[in-house]
């Protein structure tokens, strides 16, 4: 069975402090790895597709790089607009031909002034 | 360009009931997908459809089924609805099968009294 893991939980950053959000998978051949935003009451908001490792992406504050077992999502200098939940998601090989994200609970990022 | 649209927005229904939920997907995508979201998770895959045909079902009961128009548009039926049916409703299309980005809609929140 696929399963993403994502840590921490919850964090809290001043205003510019970078740091990392992990994300750990375990998939049957994994075809694709997901990172998303989410606002509260709202739908996710796509930010990168990586599909192996070694493979980095960079939009604005964030990057995301990819291993064969987990994947970062580094924030610099954030602002208090970079606060949101952030989702990993995996795509397998073996989805039975279905194209189903496997998401993880989330990373809830609190950026203060 | 408009997004995913869903509707409605926000449903209250009574245990028992029977719902449906409506998405349009972005002009020219051919996936749909539907997942759930509970509060405090990630989102859950319910189905996937193609070309009006379904492509893939996640772990859910027959009480949830789907169809896709010729439009691409995509309903979501839920029957004999139970208190733990109460969650955002997310739609996501894209433009093909396979390890193409979702774009998700703003979601329909249910709630199940």
């Known amino acids: 069975e696929d399963q993403v893991t994502q840590s921490p939980e919850a964090l809290r950053l001043q205003e510019g402090e970078s740091s990392s959000l992990n994300c750990s998978y375990t998939?049957?051949?994994?075809?694709?790895l997901f990172w998303y935003r989410q606002d509260p009451g709202k739908g996710p908001e796509f930010l990168f597709t990586l599909y192996s490792a070694g493979e980095e992406k960079e939009k604005e504050r964030l990057k995301a790089t990819l291993t064969k077992k987990e994947s970062f999502l580094h924030i610099t200098a954030p602002k208090p607009e970079d606060s949101a939940t952030y989702l990993c998601a995996v795509q397998a090989e073996s989805g039975g031909g279905a194209d189903g994200l496997t998401f993880g609970k989330g990373t809830h990022l609190i950026i203060q002034p | 360009d408009a997004g995913v649209t869903q509707s409605p927005t926000h449903l209250i229904k009574t245990r028992g009931q029977h719902v449906t939920l409506r998405c349009s997907p972005i002009?020219?995508?051919?996936?749909v997908s539907w997942y759930q979201q509970v509060l405090g998770q990630g989102p859950q895959f319910i189905f996937q459809?193609?070309?009006?045909?379904?492509?893939g079902r996640g772990n859910f009961p027959d009480r949830f089924s789907a169809r896709q128009f010729p439009n691409y548009s995509s309903e979501l039926n839920v029957n004999a609805l139970l208190l733990g049916d109460s969650a955002l409703y997310l739609c996501?299309?894209?433009?093909?099968?396979?390890?193409?980005?979702?774009?998700f809609g703003p979601g329909t929140r249910l709630t199940v009294t």
């Open positions: 996501a299309s894209s433009w093909d099968r396979g390890a193409y980005e979702q774009y």
């Open positions: 002009s020219g995508h051919k996936s």
């Open positions: 459809y193609y070309e009006k045909e379904e492509r």
């Open positions: 998939v049957s051949g994994l075809r694709g």
